[in-house]
């Protein structure tokens, strides 16, 4: 089932997606009061959504559709049929709940085993799930796949660094799955206390997410922590991790498509974009039973690219996320997003994957302050050229961005770790 379905042709893929997203438009109508308002008020019947292509007729769906309808107005089954229940942090208002049947659970282990599979995981495999459990989906989701696939699954869940390396070390861990931050400070606290992960660990895959990474940061994790680093891509209103993976040729994130149908459109205008075009990532849920979501706008900038990859999956691509709308800050007028800060630092020996923006305003203009770490090899050189590798970033980021910043290089370990989410963005001009 798991390797059939990694395995669909374009021919495939795409009957499937029609057929289940007609089904779902039908049910979504007869079952949810929420989507059959939606169609009414829009004059739009379940029959005139035939194929991917009609979908534009249908409105989209915001994440304020989920608060307003807090906490369960948008299933799409009775309520006894809810076997799990998700909630985001909401750190303001309500918080975004999301519920699963039965089958939703079954199909999102398998969409995770799948994606572990994607990236050489076997059941022979240890599997260190370092991703939170809880109300986050990140650690049950990549906790169910592991053992669809019949792994050795160690929920060691976030935090607690040096236990999570003594685990990794005692029970031969061979696969981390963690936020690329995280895997970042795991590497660092292993070293400073003697084990060199590729000499003593047995890392062969990291699986890493819940927030946007550069490619520097891969090199840099496949340097010192895992033999390969695999991005994976979801979020909780999607089911959570395992909507899209990385294959081997690392080349995009393959989306699985018989669950997920992408669009990307213009998120100012709401036009859907050819393939190619970068633009927001909207997606609908085709096989979803208990909250399917019809054209969910992800906030995700990204690329979708439906061209033959080398791993031989039709499944289509999406580049590497840029970055959320909301993460998108405007400097001066100029809209930039912290990934894109951090492919041009990246490209510079010297400094690390660590860094900070701060942005505040003096008077009526903005200002940019990059805070990045230089590396321990940097440290001893001379002050001349710290000076000069101040004024190059500089120089490069106003050249490659269009905007500007002043750069101050940080020490080596003095800017804050974490173990979840980084905290990239420090705009005082919010306060
Ligand atoms: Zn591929």
Redesign the pocket.
């Known amino acids: 089932m798991m390797r059939s379905m990694r395995s669909l042709s374009r021919h495939e893929i795409v009957k499937l997606q029609d057929d289940r997203l007609r089904k779902l438009v039908k049910r979504a109508y007869e079952s949810s009061p929420f989507y059959r308002k939606r169609f009414d008020d829009s004059k739009i019947k379940p029959e005139d959504i035939r194929s991917k292509k009609d979908l534009a007729k249908v409105p989209f769906t915001i994440k304020e559709d989920l608060r307003d309808n807090y906490p369960l107005g948008m299933l799409a089954v009775e309520r006894s049929k809810i076997v799990r229940m998700h909630a985001s942090s909401g750190t303001t208002g309500n918080p975004t709940v999301v519920a699963y049947t039965k089958k939703d659970i079954e199909a999102w282990a398998e969409l995770n085993a799948r994606c572990l599979e994607t990236c050489g995981v076997s059941s022979n495999d240890v599997v260190q799930v370092s991703y939170g459990y809880g109300l986050f989906t990140g650690g049950l989701g990549l906790h169910y796949g592991a053992e669809y696939m019949g792994a050795k699954v160690i929920p060691a869940s976030t935090g607690n660094t040096k236990r999570q390396i003594k685990l990794m070390k005692d029970l031969g861990t061979t696969v981390i799955c963690c936020t690329p931050s995280y895997a970042l400070f795991l590497a660092e606290s292993a070293k400073e206390e003697g084990i060199d992960p590729k000499r003593h660990l047995k890392l062969k895959a990291g699986v890493f997410g819940a927030e946007p990474w550069s490619e520097t940061t891969r090199k840099v994790l496949e340097e010192t922590f895992v033999e390969s680093a695999y991005d994976i891509y979801g979020m909780s209103e999607l089911n959570g991790p395992g909507v899209a993976i990385e ?1 081997k ?1 690392k ?1 995009g994130l ?1 989306v699985w498509e018989d669950n997920y149908i992408v669009e990307i459109i213009d998120p100012n205008t709401g036009e859907v974009l050819e393939n190619g075009e970068k633009g927001e990532m909207v997606v609908t849920t085709i096989n979803k039973e208990g909250m399917p979501l019809l054209r969910y706008r992800t906030r995700d900038i990204t690329i979708l690219n439906d061209d033959p ?3 031989g ?1 039709a499944h289509s ?1 999406i580049k590497k996320i840029l970055g959320r709308t909301d993460d998108m800050l405007k400097i001066r007028g100029i809209c930039v997003f912290p990934s894109q800060i951090e492919e041009v630092l990246s490209s510079y020996e010297g400094v690390t994957p660590f860094y900070q923006l701060v942005v505040d305003r003096e008077g009526p203009l903005d200002r940019l302050l990059i805070r990045v770490e230089i590396s321990e090899d940097f440290k001893s050189d001379r002050l001349t050229d710290i000076v000069d590798l101040q004024k190059r970033l500089e120089d490069e980021i106003k050249e490659a961005l269009s905007i500007s910043a002043s750069v101050e290089l940080a020490e080596p370990k003095k800017l804050p770790r974490s173990e979840g989410k980084a905290q990239r963005v420090v705009d005082l001009r919010k306060i």
Do not use: S
């Open positions: 294959c040729a080349d393959h990859c080398d791993c999956m691509r």
